[in-house]
C-alpha cells in the first residue's frame, strides 16, 4: 500500500511540474490588471495559473492586507501588497491604473473567491477599463457557482442577490422584487443573521418554496441541505452550530404561471373530492380558479381515478 501510495505521489508531482512548465510558457502580458480567484476555503482550491501570476505580478491589491499575506505566505509566496476595500476602492483604482500605464503587471484578489462577485473589485475594474488598459481573468472559486452546481435545483437561469439589506422594510421589498422571478435565487449571508433571514424568506415565499443552505462550503464542517421553507427554521434550530459558518442560500425559482395555475386547480380539486362527486368538484373548482369546467372535470377523473386504486 506504501509503495503504491509513493508511485502515485510521484507521479502526482511530476505532472505538477510539467504543469507548472507549461504554464510559465504561456503569456502573461505586462501592463495588465490579472484579476484572480482564490479559494473560498480549501487552501488547495487554487490554479497553477493563478499561483503562477501571483509570483509573477509586481503587486497585489488585496480587500485585507493580513489576509492575503497570510495566503501568500501559504503557497510560499511573497509579494508587495496594497489595501483596496471598500472604503478606499475609488483612489487605489487611480494609482493602479498609474502602475499600469507604467508597465506594471497587477494582480486583484479579495479575501476569498472571485473579486467583485459581492466583494471589492468592480470599481477598479471600471477603472482599468476606462482607461483602456488590458485586464485578464484568472477563474477559480466562486461560493454561488460552487453552491449552485450541488444544489439540484433545476432552473436553467439563475439570478445572483448577493447580500439583502440589513434593514426589515429593505429587505421585505427586495424579497417582493423577487417573487415571481422564475430563476434559481442565489443569496450570500452572514451566521448571526440566518435565523432573521430565514424567517423573512420564510414570510415573503411561503413554506412549499424549496430552499438549499450551503455552510462553509469546501471547509471541514461543509454542510448542505435541501428542503422546504416551512421545514428550514426547524433544521437551523437543531444544531447550534448551525448559527456559525457563512452561507450560501438558494431558493427555488416561481412556477411558470400556467404551472402555478395547474397545481392550485390539482390542489383544489383533491379537497373538493374528499367530499363531493367528480362533476360537482369540478364546478367547484371552476368557479373558484376562472378555469374551463371541461379541462377541469377530465383532471378530477384523472385524481379520482389515481385515489382509488392507491385504496
Known amino acids: 500500500m506504501t509503495t503504491h501510495s509513493n508511485s502515485t505521489e510521484m507521479t502526482l508531482t511530476a505532472g505538477m511540474q510539467n504543469l507548472m512548465q507549461e504554464v510559465a510558457q504561456q503569456s502573461f502580458p505586462s501592463g495588465t490588471l490579472y484579476v484572480v480567484a482564490t479559494p473560498i476555503g480549501n487552501i488547495a482550491d487554487i490554479s497553477l495559473r493563478a499561483l503562477h501570476c501571483l509570483n509573477l505580478v509586481d503587486v497585489i491589491a488585496c480587500e485585507d492586507t493580513r489576509n492575503t499575506a497570510q495566503l501568500m505566505t501559504r503557497y510560499g509566496l511573497h ?5 483596496a476595500h471598500q ?87 427586495q424579497l417582493q422584487a423577487l417573487v415571481s422571478l422564475p430563476a434559481t435565487l442565489i443569496f450570500y449571508e452572514a451566521p448571526h443573521r440566518i435565523i432573521e433571514t430565514t424567517e ?22 461543509e454542510e448542505i441541505k435541501r428542503c422546504h421553507l416551512g421545514e428550514a427554521m426547524a433544521w437551523l ?4 452550530h448551525r448559527e456559525k459558518g457563512e452561507y450560501v ?20 380539486l383533491s379537497i373538493l373530492l374528499e367530499s ?32 382509488d386504486e392507491e385504496k
Open 79 to 83: 509579494k508587495p501588497l496594497i489595501a
Open 276 to 307: 363531493c362527486s367528480v362533476k360537482q368538484a369540478a364546478q367547484l373548482a371552476a368557479q373558484i380558479t376562472g378555469q374551463k369546467k371541461n379541462a377541469l372535470y377530465e383532471l378530477a377523473l384523472t385524481l379520482k381515478s389515481s385515489n
Open 87 to 173: 472604503h478606499n476602492e475609488r483612489e487605489v483604482a487611480e494609482k493602479i491604473v498609474q502602475r499600469l500605464q507604467a508597465g506594471e503587471r497587477v494582480a486583484l484578489v479579495s479575501d476569498a473567491g472571485t473579486p467583485g462577485v459581492s466583494d471589492p473589485g468592480a470599481k477598479i475594474v471600471d477603472a482599468v477599463r476606462t482607461a483602456e488598459l488590458p485586464i485578464s481573468p484568472l477563474p477559480g472559486a466562486s461560493a454561488a457557482i460552487s453552491a449552485l452546481s450541488v444544489s439540484g435545483l433545476v432552473q436553467d437561469q439563475f439570478y445572483f442577490v448577493g447580500f439583502l439589506a440589513a434593514k426589515s422594510g429593505q429587505r421585505e421589498r
Open 200 to 221: 423573512a424568506l420564510l414570510a415573503a415565499f411561503g413554506a412549499q418554496r424549496e430552499i438549499v443552505f450551503a455552510r462553509e462550503l469546501s471547509k471541514l464542517f
Open 249 to 268: 442560500i438558494l431558493l427555488a425559482g416561481a412556477e411558470p404561471a400556467d404551472e402555478a395555475k395547474d397545481h392550485e386547480a390539482q390542489r383544489i
Open 237 to 240: 434550530a437543531a444544531d447550534k
